[in-house]
């Protein structure tokens, strides 16, 4: 079956500009997580979901980044005023229940440049 | 909180032979453990994971990982590894119920040579 698909692949930005990434998971999968890859480190978290609401929004690293999954499915992760340091790999991840020992299923990333 | 060090920045290692990569873990509860591969222009794939039960769990690809409690470390192994085995390592530590977000390490890069 599918796997967990991200939109744009690549996005190239200027600072101060708003972007929007988009994550559409396996389907029937209720949890979804967004991490950021930067160069040369492991994926750090940002939120996660468990259906439409937010339950874990700890690792976003200021409130120029958002992210929404109005009926539990797709997700999309804001950032507004981006910066030169925004540019990374983000990460999005689902996984059939928000439950430890579930596995996490990771889409194939979207880079983002800011430059 | 909980963070995961993996010593080894970067391993060489001939074609055919065995291979372990070093993860230590730090959380105060009981961890839920994962490795992860990540090759170039592809996403995270699991190799395995351990939660409970038997410390050895085997995984995909010939893969197997040791948990060992007192020396808070989950090590990566493989008897014989492969060309296609080159790639990025992620070890990654996982809460409990309600903190299901996963803390990776930096990651090991394996290099094969013929």
């Known amino acids: 079956g599918a796997g967990v698909s991200q939109t744009p692949s690549n996005k190239v930005t200027e600072k101060g500009k708003y972007v929007e990434l988009r994550c559409d998971p396996i389907?029937?999968?209720?949890?979804l997580y967004w991490y950021r890859q930067s160069l040369g480190q492991g994926p750090e978290f940002l939120i996660y979901?468990?259906?439409?609401?937010?339950?874990?929004d700890s690792g976003l690293p200021n409130d120029r980044f958002f992210a929404v999954r109005p009926e539990g499915s797709v997700s999309t992760l804001k950032i507004q005023r981006t910066e030169r340091g925004d540019s990374a790999v983000y990460l999005c991840?689902?996984?059939?229940?928000?439950?430890?020992?579930?596995?996490?299923?990771f889409g194939p990333g979207t880079r983002l440049t800011v430059l | 909180a909980q963070s995961v060090t993996q010593p080894d920045i970067h391993i060489t290692v001939s074609e055919g032979a065995s291979l372990e990569l070093r993860c230590n873990y730090s959380?105060?509860?009981?961890?839920?453990l994962f490795w992860y591969v990540q090759s170039p222009g592809q996403g995270l794939q699991l190799l395995l994971k351990?939660?409970?039960?038997?410390?050895l769990v085997q995984g995909i690809k010939g893969f197997e990982a040791e948990f060992k409690r007192s020396q808070s470390s989950f090590n990566l192994r493989k008897p014989s590894v492969h060309w296609s085995d080159a790639a990025e390592y992620f070890c990654?530590?996982?809460?409990?119920?309600?903190?299901?977000?996963?803390?990776f390490g930096t990651g090991t890069r394996l290099t094969i040579i013929p």
């Open positions: 991840a689902s996984s059939p229940r928000r439950v430890p020992t579930d596995t996490q299923y």
């Open positions: 389907s029937g999968h209720t949890a």
């Open positions: 979901f468990q259906g439409t609401g937010a339950a874990d």
């Open positions: 959380y105060g509860a009981t961890p839920y």
């Open positions: 351990y939660f409970s039960g038997d410390t």
């Open positions: 990654a530590v996982g809460g409990g119920f309600g903190n299901e977000k996963l803390t």
